[in-house]
C-alpha cells in the first residue's frame, strides 16, 4: 500500500528555520515526481516546492525562491525541505505528494496520487 509520511514540523520564531521529511513507501519512489505542498486555515491548498526529473530538476513556488530547498535522497525513498527565514504567514499545514508526472510545472493538486497526512507549521515569537 502506498504510503507518505512527513514529520519535521513544530514551533518556529520568525526568522528561524526547518527541515521536513517525507518518507514515501509502496512505490518506486524514484519514479515519481514529489511536491511539497501547504494549506493554512480558511485557505486553499498551495503549491511550495517539487523535485523531478529530469536530472533532478526542482521546481519553486516565486515566494518560497532562496528561502526554501528541496531535496531527495533515492536511497532512502525520502525528500526534504529545508525551510529557512521562515515568516509568520509560513505558518500552515504542509503536505507531501507523488506525482507519476514528471516536470517542474506538477504544481497542481490534483496531479498528484499519493499523500501524506501534513506536518503542522508554525512561526510566531
Known amino acids: 500500500q502506498e504510503q507518505m509520511v512527513e514529520s519535521g514540523g513544530g514551533l518556529v520564531q520568525p526568522g528561524g528555520s526547518l527541515r521536513l521529511s517525507c518518507a514515501g513507501s509502496?512505490?518506486?519512489?524514484?519514479?515519481?515526481?514529489i511536491g511539497w505542498f501547504r494549506q493554512a486555515p480558511g485557505k486553499e491548498r498551495e503549491f511550495v516546492a517539487v523535485?523531478?526529473?529530469?536530472?533532478?530538476?526542482?521546481g519553486y513556488a516565486d515566494s518560497m525562491k532562496g528561502r526554501f530547498t528541496i531535496s531527495r535522497d533515492n536511497d532512502k525513498n525520502t525528500v526534504y525541505l529545508r525551510m529557512n527565514f521562515l515568516r509568520p504567514e509560513d505558518t500552515a499545514v504542509y503536505y507531501c505528494?507523488?506525482?507519476?508526472?514528471?516536470?517542474?510545472?506538477?504544481?497542481?493538486?490534483?496531479?498528484?496520487?499519493?499523500w501524506g497526512q501534513g506536518t503542522q507549521v508554525t512561526v510566531s515569537s
Open positions: 523535485s523531478t526529473w529530469p536530472g533532478g530538476s526542482t
Open positions: 509502496g512505490f518506486r519512489f524514484d519514479d515519481y515526481s
Open positions: 505528494a507523488a506525482s507519476s508526472r514528471w516536470g517542474t510545472s506538477r504544481r497542481t493538486p490534483s496531479e498528484y496520487k499519493f
